[in-house]
């Protein structure tokens, strides 16, 4: 019996020490202080963290959600987004991931809701000052912000009360977004008219206007992409000032729409010796508006989708 018993705790001791040559076996946390060290570590696992960010992908919204792009503006997920983004300044932990994929799955659901769909269709407006930049070395700092302010609250309230959203500000620019082509060019011709009134030291601003419809991407409180760049190109072509359409929003027009707003359209013709626009698709026609001349009969005018006629801008 002793001789069974000894043989058998040999056998445990030589087991025992098989395994301790192996290497420790895993164990769970046994303290607070273990297992807050076990959830350090697994927090910063590249492997966890690459798995939740898979998973954001699958979720409803921006899986790229919780960028400065992406958080700007107002709203509760954005918000909720700028401030976890200061709290929780390890930006390679799983628990940062987790936290901006349910501020993301909110924001989504938050536009569900207002049934705003992120890349839905929108006019595009681009204004800035014809000869702004060389009026104001010479006007001085003082000058051009009495400028800056008047043509602001000259042009502005046009813009809002029409329905229209001014997304940035660029100096003497701005950009702004509204809900078709025909309510943006009748905000933009009332903005006109009321930049008329203005006056800084003998000096009368002109303006000039890029409209373009398209679906760029709509980041935070941003739009991005191409049909954004092209409505800033559109804007340059007018390079005396006044307002110039793209195609795609002109063809959203009604011709009697356009005759109601007193203006007409024609086609600006394709720059031949100049420098051509860059950013801008070669099929992509230009039409400057026109006001109309009572009495006379609107034969020129390009309707919607017509490719002749033309003028040099």
């Known amino acids: 019996m002793d001789r069974e018993r000894s043989e058998r705790g040999s056998g445990a001791l030589e087991a025992a020490g098989s395994a301790d040559a192996a290497g420790p076996a895993p164990r769970f946390p046994a303290s607070l202080q273990d297992a807050a060290e076990w959830l350090r570590n697994g927090n910063h696992h590249p492997g966890v963290i690459a798995l939740i960010r898979r998973a954001r992908r699958a979720l409803p919204g921006d899986p790229e959600f919780g960028d400065p792009l992406s958080t700007a503006g107002e709203g509760g997920p954005r918000a909720a987004a700028r401030a976890a983004d200061r709290l929780l300044r390890d930006r390679t932990a799983a628990s940062r991931e987790v936290s901006l994929g349910a501020l993301q799955v909110w924001q989504a659901v938050t536009e569900m809701v207002a049934r705003r769909p992120r890349d839905s269709q929108v006019t595009l407006v681009f204004t ?79 303006m000039r206007v890029g409209i373009h419809t398209g679906r760029p991407q709509r980041l935070g409180s941003d739009w991005l992409g191409v049909d954004v760049n092209i409505a800033a190109r559109v804007m340059e072509r007018a390079t005396r000032g006044g307002v110039m359409l793209s195609g795609a929003s002109l063809d959203l027009i009604d011709a009697d729409a356009l005759a109601a707003l007193g203006v007409s359209a024609k086609r600006a013709r394709r720059q031949v010796f100049g420098a051509k626009t860059a950013g801008v698709p070669p099929e992509l026609a230009m039409y400057r508006v026109h006001p109309r001349r009572r009495g006379i009969p609107d034969t020129d005018a390009a309707a919607p989708g017509d490719q002749t006629g033309g003028e040099t801008s």
């Open 128 to 206: 800035d000052l014809v000869g702004f930049s060389s009026w104001s070395l010479r006007a001085g700092d003082d000058a051009t912000l009495t400028l800056l302010r008047r043509v602001a609250q000259a042009i502005e309230p046009p813009l809002l009360d029409s329905g229209g959203r001014i997304v940035k500000r660029m100096g003497d620019g701005t950009m702004a977004v509204f809900r078709d082509p025909l309510v943006a060019l009748r905000a933009v011709l009332g903005a006109q008219e009321q930049l008329g009134d203005v006056d800084v030291d003998g000096y009368t601003p002109r």
